[in-house]
């Protein structure tokens, strides 16, 4: 398969740019202020409810996230939907081993530190209660069909650019997430069989968001503290 894609890539051919809303400069203004006012309602749940989700609706997200741009137009990233009891289960096993290393000794202070008013620690319920965890894998490298290995360019920043894309598409959708980054997390790998080419990048956790839920009080940065206009 990619051994097609690439190929097909070497062809340089061109078509019209489909789609594309050239707006006002009004309802443009409009259109930015739309989605931001929705983004930002967005924030990392830690609670989830087990009410199922229909799983086109992951479907349709992940389908955004892999309309995001990459380099080279590569896509290397893989997504694994996890919704198996069992599997979940041996996921926040193996995490909160890993986190209770890291909570307990492994973590520098300082890191502790920046993590203290988030008020997480160890346990990580969440992991089996969400009705989905998604894993994203970010491949430095394909293998192509041939055995031959090709590598990906910008590998970490274009799986990056379709997480965010992903969780994007889930709070449009009306689903709460989690990014959670147990630290190490190669036992991804082992538990749900990926290759070696492929490293876990983020878990998601996804669902609804537990009736009542409380998210810590933090603030995001002003435009001027992350903005220089020159
Ligand atoms: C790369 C990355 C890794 C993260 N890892 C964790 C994690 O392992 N556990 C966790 O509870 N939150 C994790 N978070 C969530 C952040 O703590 C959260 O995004 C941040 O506190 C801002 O809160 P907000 O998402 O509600 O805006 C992570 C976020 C990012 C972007």
Redesign the pocket.
């Known amino acids: 398969m990619y051994h097609n894609l690439r190929n097909l890539m070497k062809k340089y051919t061109f078509e019209l740019l489909q789609n594309y809303k050239k707006y006002s400069a009004n309802e443009m203004l409009l259109q930015s202020h739309i989605f931001y006012e929705a983004i930002k309602t967005?924030?990392?749940v830690?609670d989830f409810s087990d009410k199922q989700v229909a799983e086109d609706v992951i479907i349709n997200c992940i389908k955004a996230a892999g309309t995001a741009p990459s380099g080279a137009n590569l896509q290397p990233w893989h997504f694994v939907i996890i919704k198996d009891s069992q599997i979940k289960k041996e996921i926040r096993i193996a995490a909160e081993l890993e986190e209770k290393e890291f909570y307990n000794g492994r973590a520098p202070k300082e890191w502790l530190a920046a993590l203290a008013p988030?008020g997480?620690n160890e346990h990580k319920q969440f992991l089996e209660t969400a009705p989905y965890l998604i894993a994203i894998f970010s491949k430095s490298f394909d293998v192509l069909e041939d055995g031959s290995q090709q590598k990906n360019y910008y590998a970490a920043e274009s799986t990056g650019i379709a997480c965010g894309f992903l969780i994007n598409a889930l709070h449009h959708s009306g689903l709460a997430s989690?990014?959670?980054?147990?630290s190490p997390m190669n036992f991804l790998n082992k538990i749900l069989n990926r290759p070696n080419n492929e490293r876990p990048f983020?878990l998601l956790v996804t669902g609804y968001a537990a009736d009542g839920v409380k998210?810590?009080v933090?603030k995001?940065k002003s435009i001027e503290d992350i903005t220089t206009i020159i």
């Open positions: 967005r924030r990392s830690r988030l997480t989690l990014t959670h980054t147990p983020l998210v810590p933090i995001k």
